[in-house]
């Protein structure tokens, strides 16, 4: 997954530093269309074991780091749950007593609720990355467009979730291998 603290505030000041750095120059260029907020980013947890999405991996790193993220994190989804354990449980297969245990827990049994929980969690995570790195841009250059992110996997309901809510438009990086004998 992609290994960034969005929530915390060192990454909006960097995105503000590479904003400054790269688009403040650029603001007035008639012949600039807009900007890509990155390019590639694995949205989908492949660099963890088996049995890790987004969610599990971004949960388990910001409570190894001990990041004040966490929190943020953990009161999206109490209130996906309406603050009840016991629902949280029901629908995750697991047997939690308070919410604090949830970040040891991880990777979470499969089920409908994990799968759909990632996918609403992908979505929360790329509109929370895509309004602090738009922010960041539009600072320094109100000139051109945001264009939004560059994905390599068209096949991940991951990427799909995260760009169809918020980039302007969808691109793709494809590679084929062509044989050609002569």
Excluded at 49 to 59: D, H, I
Excluded at 121 to 139: D, K, L, M, N
Excluded at 147 to 169: C, E, F, K, M, P
Aim: aromatic share 8%; proline share 5%; net charge neutral.
């Amino acid at each position: 997954a992609m290994p960034v603290d969005i929530w915390s505030p060192a990454f909006a000041d960097r995105c503000n530093m590479i904003a400054a750095r790269e688009v403040a120059p650029r603001k007035n260029d008639a012949h600039l269309i807009g900007y890509w907020t990155d390019n590639e980013v694995k949205w989908d947890a492949q660099d963890q074991p088996p049995g890790y999405n987004l969610f599990s991996s971004t949960l388990l790193r910001l409570h190894k780091t001990n990041s004040s993220s966490l929190s943020t994190v953990m009161a999206w989804l109490t209130q996906r749950y309406n603050h009840s354990i016991a629902a949280f449980n029901h629908a995750c297969n697991t047997s939690l007593k308070a919410w604090s245990e949830l970040p040891l827990r991880v990777p979470l049994p499969k089920t409908v609720a994990r799968d759909t929980d990632n996918l609403a969690f992908a979505e929360y995570y790329s509109a929370t990355y895509h309004r602090v790195s738009s922010e960041a841009i539009r600072a320094h250059d109100p000139n051109h467009l945001v264009i939004g992110s560059r994905y390599n996997d068209v096949n991940s309901a991951v990427v799909q979730a995260v760009s169809l809510s918020l980039s302007l438009s969808l691109s793709l990086s494809l590679s084929l291998s062509l044989s050609l004998s002569l």
